[in-house]
């Protein structure tokens, strides 16, 4: 295999997704632990608080203990390279963790076994499924009181509308929590609490060694033995395929916190998990879009921004534009374009998301996550190529459901407002709609917190102090027509309705549901679109 296609298919880009407090933030630490990217535990959640010192806006994340970025970590393990994209868990930024699970190829779906899948957790497999994303399940907590395992494999099954294969299965649980038995294996890995121990720690026996087993765990080992023939019985065998395609989910038992079970999970990533996997693009020839499958191993370099944060450092007004490579090799100093604009991109640097640290990129592959650092020029869902011209499809915004008017405390602020909003729009903070008909701006948000991170933002980062009121509108619809007559027509009707996105996209804003469907019926051939994918 050359070289070039070796580092490609060395590659796993994966997503961790949980609903808060089931244990995201502990297994990715441990996870970074056992590939040898960091050294000690804690380090995961010593960055989260560097982070919210430096940064003032960040004081917001750390009053409501709500992850509101989302970071990229990369790891090397078993001579494979895996990239870790970290979700925000609160549910007021679910637009942000839609996109970013646009930018994987498989996710992680951590559960607390005392509270089976909850409802963020929902929200998140709802997208996965809309994508047949692959999920790899984790069961942790397992060391208490929880639910019976095989309830739990029940539920996660029906709410993911696919089967469960359990590759390892636990023995007791809380208290009488023995240890789980890999399926693979077929070997029984003791447990022992406390987070200093390796996965190599852990005392190990066959399955062979059953007499003993029987004797040491008691009834836990009668009952895992009945539970595990009844669970195995009822679910198909594994099946790399189906997995792949979304149509099972291999699953693991244990205790995140203790190290244990936590192993499996990062072999599964190698063993299991897709490498890096074409991605649907447009290309536009004579005018025309065609649609084009670019695949990770085609040449020329290409990426998505699929997320855009205001540096941290908010003296600095450059952004950081993160772009998932979807083709080719990136190297420093290479000529880039943004296909939107035509305009050549000239980052002031270019790095990569170490667990620990921003390093400079030395070369990218397919899967990878690379940073830019400009002073703008550059969108969520732009389209970033070495010079062909090719446009990603699919990266989401949706209509909001909650709007404010914003009005400004000082008039002379004026242009630092526009420019604030500008870039907070372009970063999907929140969505900005500008009504053509002219008066206040408007901010369009899916959670309510987002209007408060923007507000805070606006106050800290551009120094205006802003007023956000309630107003009359309640849902938005992106408006397309086949001719631009027919266009000018609606428009013409409904002035007041009219308004233009961060990306000069043209929306009709609505005050009820019923708004859309007589509009709908007096311009039939008007196109409402409750989603926007950037094209
Ligand atoms: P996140 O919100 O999903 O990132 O969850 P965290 O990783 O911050 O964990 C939430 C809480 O659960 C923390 O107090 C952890 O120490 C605890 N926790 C995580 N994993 C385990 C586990 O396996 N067992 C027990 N008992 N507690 C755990």
Known sequence: MSSFLNEV?????????????????????????????????GAVKGRKASRHATSDWMEIEKQ?????????????????????????????FSEDTYRVLTAVDSALMVIDAANGVEAQTRRLIEVCRQRDTPIITFVNKMDREVRDPLDILDEVERELGMPCVPMTWPVGQGKLFGGIINLRTQAMTVFDSGSERLPQDFETHPLTEQAKLAERFGLEWAAAM??????????????????????????????????????????ALVDLAPSPRPRLSHLVVNKQAIEKTIQPEDEGFAGVVFKVQANMDANHRDRIA??????????????????????ELRPTSVVTFMSQRREAVEEAYAGDIIGFTTHGGVQLGDTITDGQALQFTGLPFFAPELFMTVILKNPLRTKQLQQGLDQLGEEGAIQVFKPEAGGAMLLGAVGQLQFEVVQHR????????????????????????DTPAELGEFTYAYPQRMALDAANTLAYLCTSPYDVRLAQERFPKIHFHPLREHA
Request: glycine fraction near 8%.
């Open 9 to 41: 298919r060395r590659r796993r880009t994966f997503a961790i997704i949980s609903h808060p407090d089931a244990g995201k933030t502990t297994l990715t630490e441990k996870l970074l632990l056992f590939s040898g990217a960091i050294q000690i535990a």
């Open 322 to 343: 993160f772009v998932r490579v979807a083709s080719g090799k990136f190297t420093p100093g290479m000529k880039l374009k943004v296909q939107r604009t035509a305009k």
């Open 226 to 267: 009945e539970s595990m023939e009844l669970a195995t019985g009822a679910s198909p065998k594994f099946d790399k395929e189906a997995f792949l395609a979304g149509k099972q989910t291999p699953v693991f038992f244990g205790s995140g916190v203790n190290n244990f079970g936590v192993m499996e999970v990062l072999d």
């Open 458 to 481: 606006l106050k800290a980062e551009y120094d205006c102090d802003v007023k956000l009121e309630s107003c009359q509108y309640t849902g938005a619809r992106w408006i397309t027509a």
């Open 64 to 92: 409501r203990g709500i992850s509101v970025a989302s970071s990229v970590m990369q790891m090397l393990y078993r001579d494979h390279v895996i990239n870790l994209l970290d979700t925000p868990g609160h549910k007021d």
